[in-house]
């Protein structure tokens, strides 16, 4: 089946740091992979995604980039800021077949920036 | 905007009261999702609508039901809330089609607290 693991959190930075967040992923198929940011008490939204091989996805400073070589998805933000304090998951979705795809989420990583 | 929009934000119920949960969207998107959220984990599918096509996830208990009665609209219930089903409720739109690209957008989800 699916899965995504993404690293352990909680992760804890100073303001203008370098971000890692590690993530890699087991699939049956052809994924599509996503980046997920969850501020408190808020929806998930969208932060970046990545649909083939070597594809980078990028938004609001941050990158991931798809390596299928190494079935990973890793989020970097060369600087970050104490609004970037927030919960992030992994996802893929199984293109593999069907019309409709299914998210697998990690386990979510919490990441608090201090000023 | 477009956008996936949920009603009410925050819902108290008593134990064992059924409450419905709402959810709209502006995105006109074929498929619409219905995830349980709990604190410090990540979203768990309940079941989505293909248009009008109903797929229920193989563990989600038969106390939750849904409604599509339009493309605009999709409702949660649930008929007989216990303690450990409250949680954050989060709907989710996609487009549906069999594209890698397809995305899931997220609202902000309605928070549920059983007494």
């Known amino acids: 089946g699916n899965s995504v693991t993404q690293m352990e959190g909680p992760v804890t930075l100073s303001e203008e740091a370098f971000l890692t967040i590690n993530c890699t992923y087991t699939?049956?198929?052809?994924?599509?992979l996503f980046w997920y940011v969850q501020y408190p008490g808020e929806g998930l939204q969208l932060l970046l995604k990545a649909t083939k091989a070597d594809d980078k996805g990028s938004n609001k400073g941050f990158e991931a980039t798809y390596r299928k070589e190494t079935t990973s998805f890793h989020l970097e933000k060369g600087s970050v800021q104490v609004s970037d304090s927030a919960v992030y998951f992994c996802?893929?979705?199984?293109?593999?077949?069907?019309?409709?795809?299914?998210?697998?989420f990690g386990k979510g990583t919490l990441l608090t920036v201090n000023p | 905007d477009a956008m996936v929009i949920q009603n009410p934000r925050y819902q108290v119920t008593q134990f064992g009261k059924p409450v419905t949960l709402s959810c709209s969207q502006t995105l006109n998107h074929n498929v619409m999702y219905w995830y349980q959220q709990k604190s410090s984990q990540a979203p768990k599918l309940l079941f989505h609508y293909y248009d009008k096509d109903f797929n229920n996830e193989a563990d989600t208990p038969d106390n939750f039901q849904s409604r599509r009665p339009n493309t605009s609209f999709c409702f949660l219930d649930i008929r007989s809330p216990g303690l450990g089903d409250a949680a954050m409720y989060l709907c989710?739109?996609?487009?549906?089609?069999?594209?890698?690209?397809?995305?899931?957008?997220f609202g902000p989800g309605t928070r549920l607290t059983v007494l």
């Open positions: 989710a739109t996609s487009r549906g089609g069999g594209v890698p690209t397809d995305t899931q957008y």
């Open positions: 699939a049956t198929g052809y994924p599509s």
């Open positions: 996802a893929l979705s199984d293109n593999s077949g069907g019309s409709n795809y299914k998210l697998t």
